[in-house]
């Protein structure tokens, strides 16, 4: 009997240690990782905590008294913007385009694919989601409040819901939206704060030209800065707790093969 129980106890060993714990990252940076993390964007405010709902609450607060100031702003505004196309006004609108986001979300992919280097890969990933996820809750926000735009001559508390015209799709802002989606993600992968800080300064550039080239209200941009930035964090954070808590696969360490 003690022999065969060695026996047994020999072969588990011989069993286990043929197989190690290869550890890989979560990450792959692919259409199926993007598939599945979209769903979890999406359906995430069904697993909100207590104190999600508080901040929510809080922006909703903060986005509504901003609108009492909305009409006074404007006033001040358009007594100093003599040239609404200065280029520091252009260039803030122009970080807020489809353009850039695409074009640096495109080049890092290619670069991160091209040359197997999982940084670009990762940036590039996270530039394009951001703008994908940011651009969807912002466009679904719009069309739902139908706020009128400044410029239309209507005052900071004219709404029409569901009216799908462009003069009406001033809350939130997309261009500033946007710019603080791309901001986050690039500030999220650098250790550095001066580059933290700088990657903020072009999307504080591109609220203040919105407000300043009279498109959008002073609230529209807040809440447009808002969505940006929790978007971008939502993907970052994600993708660097995947990275923390990584999948545990067996791998054979030995194989064994006969030949006759």
Known sequence: MR?????QYLLTVIFLFSFSIQITAQNKYDFKQFGEETGDFFTAPFHWERNDFITLGFIAAATYGLMYADQPIKNEMAKINS????????FGRYWGEAIPTVAISGLLLIHGYAFNNNTTKKIGFEVGQSFLYSVTVTSGLKIIIGRARPYTGSDSFTFDAFAFKNTNWSLPS?????AFSLSTVLAAN????????????????TAFSRVYQNYHWTSDVFLGAVVGYFVGKFVTDLHAEKELTPQMSQVPLLSLSLSF
Do not use: C, Q, R
Request: aromatic share 12%; glycine share 2%.
């Open 174 to 178: 997309g261009h500033t939206t946007v």
């Open 190 to 205: 650098t250790d550095s704060y001066v580059w933290k800080t700088a990657a903020f300064i072009p999307a504080v550039l």
């Open 83 to 90: 040239n609404k196309k200065h280029w520091l006004m252009e």
């Open 3 to 7: 022999s065969k129980l060695k026996i």
